[in-house]
């Protein structure tokens, strides 16, 4: 534990220390430092990745004085015998390519050139598995050329020396001898100046860790594998990577769509930090509604939390081309007259998953509470569904301000075809967690008992007093098709044998009580009236 404390502490300092040369060279707070500060730690990650595996592969370069002059010197049939042997996941290098090699030549001339040229080469070297892309099939590069954000053309070479300065300060190889689990929180620490919900269309609502664990938990209580996961709308992949590690990392691949490209770099990241590279020609930048990659995919597990409101009437006409006429079965909202921005496009995103399951499929969406109650609409029309085609699994409602960004409250809708109908578990889980502030926001956090709570009783299908309520299809349909636990708890009376003489001295309590609020009441009626005749017209 203090070992992984250390490496924490060491990693998270390479990020600030990669910061404070943004903030040296003008680039602090500007709109590419993210991209900067990502790359060049994703290449920090491939080149220590790389060294790592090349040494597994071959110990006697473990012990090499100069390991980039170690690997020059084998011949080209050894060197790409070498290279053939490694896993699918690991980067193609060569020897030019390393850090160590760039951090030896930094005083040469054009450095900052040549800084740009390795990072292009390795991107088009490593194309087929690091590349994100579009739904026309176009693949974006894994690096920029960095130095060019750097407007003062003289200052290029000092800058790209700074940042492999840094880079040359520690190693991530002990890391991966130890098979340490915590690049979530590293991933978390890199990204947190970026993953803001304030720009844009689609911005990403980061998902709370708590929420994306019980959703995992509940979806894959038991061992699977060969699985495919999916997210129509991953962000930077939090869901994505409670439900890889749940069900584990090698028996599952991830698919994914999201229509930032600023997201789908931030999921590629977070995908080679979690062992999950096999995964990335599966990130797709693309608008899932309009025009969806994988309609034509199933997946065994999906996940989601959608945007919930969206101004989408500039391509709504579109969707009701007759392709996506079974994929739209509860129909698409209408355009409003005002207030574009509050499109229910989660409504879209749910029947679009409904749409993606695999005939033994499962999903965990996060919607706004509102939804499992709603009366009428595409809302109800969604709920009959689910009930008719007997696909509801339960329903969790969480605590208000479990989300930091945004006050909505929200639940999980749980899908299953395979569901038994006759034990739907619905539960209100409102009232759990503890109050936190974190800036200007109040949030609402779970303790570890209560998400183990909220997981076991409901895997255990548990009826639990003021929590969770089993029920059956038909019960359901009885109640208008609502999906909320509180409409279906049972209303108490508490009864207490009490003596004659006891109910004959509460009766005279409640009549003395009642005779004195009646008379407190007329002497404010007659203050009243006086005060009223007392009032005067005045002309003036």
């Not at 060019?148 to 000092?158: K, L």
């Amino acid at each position: 534990m203090t070992q992984d404390i250390n490496f924490i502490t060491k990693t998270k300092s390479l990020i600030d220390n990669l910061k404070s040369v943004c903030a040296n060279y003008g680039l602090g707070n500007d709109g590419n430092e993210f991209k900067i500060i990502t790359q060049i730690f994703l290449y920090k990650f491939l080149n220590d990745k790389f060294r790592f595996a090349i040494k597994e592969e071959q110990p006697q370069l473990a012990d090499a004085e100069n390991f980039s002059k170690a690997l020059r010197e084998m011949s080209d049939d050894e060197y790409q015998f070498l290279l053939a042997s490694l896993d699918p996941n690991i980067p193609r290098l060569h020897p030019d390519h390393l850090i160590s090699h760039l951090f030896a030549i930094q005083n040469d001339s054009d450095f900052g050139k040549t800084f740009d040229d390795t990072l292009r080469q390795i991107s088009i070297e490593n194309a087929d598995v690091f590349s994100v892309k579009s739904f026309s099939g176009a693949k974006d590069t894994l690096f920029d050329e960095l130095t060019q954000f750097i407007s003062d053309a003289s200052q290029r070479d000092a800058f790209a020396k700074a940042l492999i300065n840094k880079l040359f300060e520690f190693s991530f190889e002990e890391m991966f001898v130890q098979k340490y689990d915590f690049f979530a929180t590293i991933f978390e620490y890199l990204i947190k100046d970026y993953n803001t919900d304030s720009g844009g269309k689609y911005a990403e609502y980061y998902t709370p860790h708590a929420v994306a664990r019980i959703m995992a938990k509940i979806l894959v209580p038991d061992e699977v594998k060969g699985v495919k996961c999916y997210d129509p709308s991953a962000g930077s992949g939090t869901l994505l990577m409670s439900l890889a590690h749940q069900i584990g990392e090698k028996n599952c691949t991830i698919y994914s769509e999201d229509i930032s490209q600023k997201s789908s770099n931030m999921l590629r990241l977070n995908l080679v930090l979690n062992s999950l590279t096999h995964s990335i020609p599966n990130i797709i930048k693309t608008n899932t509604i309009a025009q969806p990659f994988y309609l034509d995919t199933k997946f065994d597990y999906i996940v989601s939390n959608p945007p919930f409101k969206l101004d989408f009437s500039d391509f709504r006409d579109d969707l009701e081309k007759d392709a996506f006429k079974q994929r739209f079965f509860a129909g698409i909202p209408n355009v409003p007259k005002s207030k574009k921005e509050s499109m229910a496009i989660y409504l879209l995103f749910i029947q679009h998953i409904m749409h993606s399951l695999s005939e033994k499929g499962q999903a965990a969406i996060v919607v706004p509470t509102g939804f499992i109650t709603a009366q009428s609409g595409i809302e109800k029309k969604i709920r009959e569904r689910l009930i008719s085609n007997g696909w509801l699994r339960g329903v969790v409602s969480m605590p208000s301000n479990i989300f930091a960004s945004t006050g909505t409250n929200v639940s999980v809708l749980f899908f299953d075809k395979r569901a038994d109908s006759e034990h739907i578990i619905l539960m209100d889980a409102s009232k759990l967690g503890q109050t936190v502030k974190e800036g200007k926001n109040q949030r609402t956090v779970l303790t570890p008992d209560e998400e183990a709570k909220i997981v076991e009783t409901f895997n255990q299908k548990q009826a639990v007093e003021d929590l969770s309520v089993v029920v059956t299809k038909e019960q359901i349909a009885e109640k208008n098709y609502s999906f909320s636990a509180g409409q279906y708890f049972e209303f108490k009376i508490e009864y207490v044998d009490i003596t004659p003489e006891e109910f004959a001295e509460k009766m005279r309590n409640f009549e003395t009580n009642l005779q004195s609020l009646f008379a407190e009441g007329n002497a404010l009626e007659i203050k009243i009236q006086e005060q009223l005749k007392s009032l005067r017209y005045d002309g003036n």
